[in-house]
Structures are given as C-alpha cells and as structure tokens.
C-alpha cells in the first residue's frame, strides 16, 4: 500500500475526510469523525506526527506534504 | 552551513513557538524569529534551490539540506492574501535575497502569530547550532544557525 492510501485509510476514507489543506510539512485535515481515525494506520505510513483538536487532525509528513496531498487527491 | 535570519526580530528558542509541530523540533530544529512590526521582506535563508514555496512558507534545499522559513502560524488560511511572492518552485536563490513581502504587523492583527519559524529539516539537534541567543534581536540576512 502506498503511503497515500495508507493515509487516506488512517483518515477514515473520503467519506470521513471534508477537507485535506498541505502546508510545506503537514497535511492540515478536517474530518467529519474523529473516532474513524486511525492513530496506528497513520503512524505506520512513517509519518512524523500527528497532532488532533477534536475533528482537526495534523499529520506531520515532512517536506512532501505537498506532493502526498495530490497522490491522496489522485485516489479519489 | 550557515543559515541566515529571513526577517528582523526577536529571536526565540523553537521550544517556545506556540505550535506543537514546531515547539517538538518534529520537522527538525532551529530558532525562530518574532519579527519586528516592519519586518515586511522576508529573505532567502540560505543560498541554495527552492524546493517549494508557498506564499507563507518557503523550503530551500542547499548541500542535500531543506532549510524551511515559516512566515506565522496558521498563515496558510490567509490563502496568500497579503503576500507577494518573489521567487517559484526550483529558482536557485541566493542567501539575503528578497522572496516574500509580507506584513507581520498585519497577521498578528488577523489574530495570529507572526512569528517565524526557521527549521533545519529533519536535522540531528546536536549537529545545530544558535548563533544568536534567545530574546536577542537579529537583522535579518544575519547569520542565525550553523548546521554540521
């Protein structure tokens, strides 16, 4: 599995997904569900961190966020 | 390496930015700057490609090395209004140069910090060094880091 899909899937899917914003080294993600986010899915991905405020969820992915937020968007 | 101050202003230790990404040293160490009120050009930190710029951020990649300068935080919902940009995706810069205007003085009236993050990505800690202590002033295009 990539490392977008494993992501996506850490995130819930699209359906728990209402909105993925890269910044330089994070994906900034809004989600519908906090609860349908998986911690251990996403930290396998190798990701940096990972940082949660109720339904804002930060996944630090270093400096190719950018590029992961397309193969993420490729997915759909 | 050397790495230079992008904007004027108070130095301040990363630990102490009020953002847990950075405060945790998670993309790497470095200091950061709370930059003066006229602080409005931000300058290229180091001498080297632009491996992504984005109006509120810039990553430089110089010797195998990313060098990343934040422009505040949570700027990235500013959407890029109120910055101009001065340098694209894969332009080689020279260190001191002017790639973003921007107005600090503005962002923190937006309810934001303005503070700058300059961060040796995915550096080891001990291979960073400050060259200006926290709660000095530096100029910007001063040196601020040494990175082994």
Redesign the interface.
Known sequence: MSKAETILEGLGGFDNIVEI?P????L?VQVNDAALVDDAKLKSAGI??L?KSGTAV?V?V??EA?NIADDIEDLR | MRVFAPVSGKVVAMEDVPDPVFAQAIVGPGLAIEPDADATKALAPVSGRIAKIHPHAVVIEAEAKGVLAHLGLNTVELNGQGFTLHAADNEDVQAGQIIIEWDPQAVREGGRSAIVPVVAMQAKAEDVHGLVAPGEHVNAGQALLEWD
């Open positions: 914003e910044c330089i080294t994070r900034r940096f961190g940082m930060q630090v270093g400096p950018d």
